[in-house]
């Protein structure tokens, strides 16, 4: 597997996202230039998903392949990237893995190399976790409550931890085994537990790793109304 992968894309579903978008490319640029990931091409991937505010402009601005969409749909919109992405770079076949993040969430600079590592060791997919980011809507209690709702299942030490979280935010697979998939399917929410449950039952080798964490928005006022913001929202009133 030393070879693989030979590409990479990265898949940003964003929903009136200007305000926090540059900072996740910009994130990501650094984490294309890291030096275990530098060898490979890697392409950002914004699908402007029913926007009225400034995405495009500030995807265009960065850089990005932009597919403007109009579906009000994350699945829909995350599986428009992957196949934007499949077609820019056919040339690479199964060589190509897809990354996502989500359009309010910065990744570490070693976010693509962490993923690319574990692919040349034969994982297929990878399914990271995510940090809580300070904003001014967030409590300190909502914020505590998440943590510990969390972090339930995390054994104590130092060791590994194969979590039980899927996140669209921090996920990566390889391009064959997405499709043999299915890819992400239509649903409002939810499509990425749904495309690693049917990588699952493919009996897909999966890494569930916490050694890696994307910091995401704290933000209460969700995008979707099943969405992570949505969760955080309940939280504050449990």
Same mark, same amino acid.
């Given at each position: 597997?030393?070879?693989?992968?030979?590409?990479?894309?990265?898949?940003?579903?964003?929903?009136?996202?200007?305000? $926090?978008?540059?900072?996740?490319?910009?994130?990501?640029?650094?984490?294309?230039?890291?030096?275990?990931?530098?060898?490979?091409?890697?392409?950002?991937?914004?699908?402007?998903?029913?926007?009225?505010?400034?995405?495009?402009?500030?995807?265009? @601005?960065?850089?990005?392949?932009?597919?403007?969409?109009?579906?009000?749909?994350?699945?829909?919109?995350?599986?428009?990237?992957?196949?934007?992405?499949?077609?820019?770079?056919?040339?690479?076949?199964?060589?190509?893995?897809?990354? &996502? $993040?989500?359009?309010? &969430?910065?990744?570490?600079?070693?976010?693509?190399?962490?993923?690319?590592?574990?692919?040349?060791?034969?994982?297929?997919?990878?399914?990271?976790?995510?940090?809580?980011?300070?904003?001014?809507?967030?409590?300190?209690?909502?914020?505590?409550?998440?943590?510990?709702?969390?972090?339930?299942?995390?054994?104590?030490?130092?060791? @590994?931890?194969?979590?039980?979280?899927?996140?669209?935010?921090?996920?990566?697979?390889?391009?064959?085994?997405?499709?043999?998939?299915?890819?992400?399917?239509?649903?409002?929410?939810?499509?990425?537990?749904?495309?690693?449950?049917?990588?699952?039952?493919?009996?897909?080798?999966?890494?569930?790793?916490?050694?890696?964490?994307?910091?995401?928005?704290?933000?209460?006022?969700?995008?979707?109304?099943?969405?992570?913001?949505?969760?955080?929202?309940?939280?504050?009133?449990?």
């Amino acid at each position: 597997m030393s070879g693989f992968p030979t590409a990479c894309a990265v898949i940003v579903p964003a929903h009136d996202e200007a305000a $926090t978008l540059s900072a996740t490319l910009h994130s990501v640029r650094a984490a294309a230039r890291h030096p275990e990931a530098a060898a490979v091409p890697v392409l950002s991937v914004v699908v402007a998903d029913a926007c009225t505010d400034g995405t495009v402009a500030v995807a265009e @601005a960065a850089g990005a392949l932009v597919v403007r969409e109009s579906f009000h749909n994350v699945g829909r919109a995350r599986a428009s990237g992957a196949q934007a992405a499949l077609r820019r770079l056919a040339a690479y076949g199964d060589g190509l893995w897809l990354a &996502t $993040t989500d359009a309010d &969430t910065v990744v570490p600079p070693r976010w693509l190399a962490h993923q690319l590592r574990h692919a040349r060791q034969g994982w297929e997919c990878v399914v990271g976790t995510v940090r809580l980011a300070p904003h001014p809507l967030l409590s300190a209690t909502t914020a505590a409550r998440h943590d510990a709702h969390y972090f339930a299942q995390r054994p104590p030490g130092p060791g @590994a931890w194969h979590h039980p979280h899927v996140h669209g935010a921090n996920l990566g697979v390889a391009a064959g085994p997405y499709r043999a998939a299915g890819g992400f399917p239509p649903l409002a929410h939810s499509e990425d537990r749904a495309l690693v449950g049917a990588l699952e039952r493919a009996g897909r080798r999966i890494l569930r790793t916490d050694a890696c964490p994307v910091l995401t928005s704290g933000r209460v006022d969700s995008r979707a109304p099943h969405g992570f913001g949505a969760f955080l929202t309940s939280l504050a009133h449990t």
